[in-house]
């Protein structure tokens, strides 16, 4: 589903994305790690077409997002660290919004945009404008209007921000679920716990290189340690930033 081949990005003189290079069958859920300033936003808007690759490709359900981008971005959604609603709309005209934007057929969207107000639990709110909402409310709006469509690829950014308890093992509970059913799910995150719960495979990003990826089984062989993802995380960054700070200088 997802095909980055040997990608930089350059803004200037700053690399922001090294020669990356990532596969990502259908019905996969990938965890994408890294520390601020990483490269993860960067690679992230290269999947939605947002920004090009100053080199190399990168494609989304066989389509190129540089030139293929309108077929690539209609199997896409993308609900970022900070939900962004119209706030002169309530959620329902909101979810109306999407998929009208989306082309989907009229006989359709009344069905699924009632779907998704159940599914997320949004019934007591999805009437109100959305500039009244909580965060928490905000966050699970963006995320029904996301899913109203029936993307191929859903690529979430810190989704567990904001919301309770409840709603984050409903979420991942939904993320695994729609994963099983042939959703690739491609989730960005800092909290490390979720992504060695619920991932696939995980993909450790630093100062724009890929340093790691696979399975838990397969960190653990290249951290040459046993633990959580948080102890190969630390083990595996802390590495490559020592090795780049022994690295003799290039002319």
Same mark, same amino acid.
């Given at each position: 589903?997802?095909?980055? *081949?040997?990608?930089?990005?350059?803004?200037?003189?700053?690399?922001?994305?090294?020669?990356?290079?990532?596969?990502?069958?259908?019905?996969?859920?990938?965890?994408?790690?890294?520390?601020?300033?990483?490269?993860?936003?960067?690679?992230?808007?290269?999947?939605?077409?947002?920004?090009?690759?100053?080199?190399?490709?990168?494609?989304?359900?066989?389509?190129?997002?540089?030139?293929?981008?309108?077929?690539?971005?209609?199997?896409?959604?993308?609900?970022?660290?900070?939900?962004?609603?119209? *706030?002169?709309?309530?959620?329902?005209?909101?979810?109306?919004?999407?998929?009208?934007?989306?082309?989907?057929?009229?006989?359709?969207?009344?069905?699924?945009?009632?779907?998704?107000?159940?599914?997320?639990?949004?019934?007591?709110?999805?009437?109100?404008?959305t500039e009244r909402y909580s965060h928490g409310m905000r966050q699970r709006t963006v995320f029904a209007a996301a899913l109203v469509h029936?993307?191929?690829?859903? &690529?979430?950014?810190?989704?567990?921000?904001?919301?309770?308890?409840?709603?984050?093992?409903?979420?991942?509970?939904?993320?695994?679920?729609?994963?099983?059913?042939?959703?690739?799910?491609?989730?960005?995150?800092?909290?490390?716990?979720?992504?060695?719960?619920?991932?696939?495979?995980?993909?450790?990003?630093?100062?724009?290189?890929?340093?790691?990826?696979?399975?838990?089984?397969?960190?653990?062989?290249?951290?040459?340690?046993?633990?959580?993802?948080?102890?190969?995380?630390?083990? &595996?960054? *802390? *590495?490559?930033?020592?090795?780049?700070?022994?690295?003799?200088?290039?002319?």
């Amino acid at each position: 589903m997802i095909r980055i *081949e040997n990608v930089t990005k350059l803004y200037g003189p700053k690399v922001a994305v090294q020669d990356l290079s990532l596969h990502v069958p259908p019905g996969e859920l990938f965890a994408f790690l890294g520390p601020n300033g990483a490269g993860k936003t960067t690679t992230i808007k290269m999947l939605c077409g947002l920004l090009f690759p100053t080199s190399g490709s990168v494609a989304v359900g066989g389509f190129d997002l540089r030139t293929q981008g309108d077929h690539a971005r209609a199997l896409v959604s993308y609900v970022p660290d900070q939900p962004f609603l119209y *706030e002169k709309l309530t959620g329902r005209e909101f979810l109306q919004f999407t998929a009208d934007l989306y082309a989907m057929p009229q006989a359709k969207i009344a069905e699924k945009i009632e779907e998704v107000i159940e599914l997320f639990h949004l019934e007591e709110f999805v009437d109100d404008l959305t500039e009244r909402y909580s965060h928490g409310m905000r966050q699970r709006t963006v995320f029904a209007a996301a899913l109203v469509h029936e993307p191929k690829l859903l &690529i979430a950014d810190e989704p567990t921000v904001g919301l309770d308890p409840k709603s984050i093992r409903e979420l991942k509970t939904l993320l695994r679920k729609l994963a099983s059913e042939g959703m690739t799910i491609f989730l960005s995150t800092h909290t490390l716990d979720i992504a060695q719960e619920l991932a696939d495979r995980i993909g450790i990003l630093d100062r724009g290189r890929l340093l790691g990826c696979g399975t838990m089984t397969d960190l653990r062989k290249q951290a040459n340690r046993d633990g959580n993802l948080e102890d190969l995380f630390m083990k &595996i960054t *802390e *590495e490559a930033a020592a090795e780049s700070a022994t690295a003799p200088a290039t002319a």
